[in-house]
């Protein structure tokens, strides 16, 4: 069965720091990546999506994500956070050929301190 | 567009009681999800619907089952609810593609307290 492992279920940062947020996945196929952030309140909004070609993605808010297939993993980065980015960041994985569910990670809390 | 939209936001029942959630989305997509949201377990698919017409058992069913009413509507209930129900309520659509492309939009949430 597929699974995805957040290892970092909570991270702080200060403003201007550099943010890495890990992701690995088990399936042994073909995979579409996801990344989605919930801001506090409201709902899951999607930060960026790998479905082939480069495997550096970039998403929104200057965010992005590198895809190591050897490593089955896919790593978020931010080069400089601020304030705003704390959130919760769930990594996804929808495997291609099965249904089209998508499996979630258990979340990663960011709390960035001004 | 509305997107995806929740109704209740936010709901108190006794233990035992029942309820409906609803869910609706407005982009024509054929898909739709429900998912529950608990502290530390990420989220985790209840039911889906791939097509109108169509459901699925998701990775935590039990006590819950559903209604795909129409393309746009797909509801959620509980029969009788338990403590073990308390959570946050995530509806979600979504218009699969070839290669498994499947991009899913969210709502705004059903947080559900059962006492």
């Known amino acids: 069965a597929q699974s995805v492992s957040q290892h970092n279920h909570h991270v702080i940062l200060s403003e201007a720091a550099s943010l890495e947020l890990g992701c690995n996945y088990s399936?042994?196929?073909?995979?579409?990546l996801f990344w989605y952030v919930q801001y506090p309140g409201q709902h899951l909004q999607l930060l960026l999506k790998y479905f082939s070609g480069d495997p550096l993605v970039k998403g929104i808010k200057g965010f992005e994500a590198e895809f190591i297939k050897s490593k089955f993993s896919f790593n978020l980065r931010k080069p400089s956070v601020q304030w705003s980015d704390t959130a919760e960041y769930f990594c996804?994985?929808?495997?291609?050929?099965?249904?089209?569910?998508?499996?979630f990670g258990t979340g990663t809390l960011l709390a960035v301190q001004p | 567009n509305a997107g995806v939209t929740q109704t209740p936001k936010f709901q108190v029942l006794k233990t035992g009681q029942s309820m409906t959630l609803q869910c609706a989305q407005d982009?024509?997509?054929?898909?739709m999800y429900w998912y529950r949201q608990d502290p530390g377990m990420g989220l985790r698919l209840i039911y889906y619907s791939a097509s109108e017409g169509t459901t699925d058992k998701g990775e935590v069913p039990n006590g819950y089952n559903v209604s795909r009413l129409n393309k746009r509507e797909f509801s959620l209930r509980l029969e009788s609810a338990a403590p073990s129900q308390t959570s946050v309520y995530f509806c979600?659509?979504?218009?699969?593609?070839?290669?498994?492309?499947?991009?899913?939009?969210f709502g705004p949430g059903t947080r559900l307290t059962v006492l």
């Open positions: 399936y042994g196929g073909t995979v579409n």
């Open positions: 979600a659509s979504s218009e699969p593609r070839g290669a498994g492309y499947n991009e899913q939009f």
């Open positions: 996804a994985v929808n495997a291609r050929g099965a249904t089209n569910k998508l499996i």
């Open positions: 982009m024509n997509h054929n898909s």
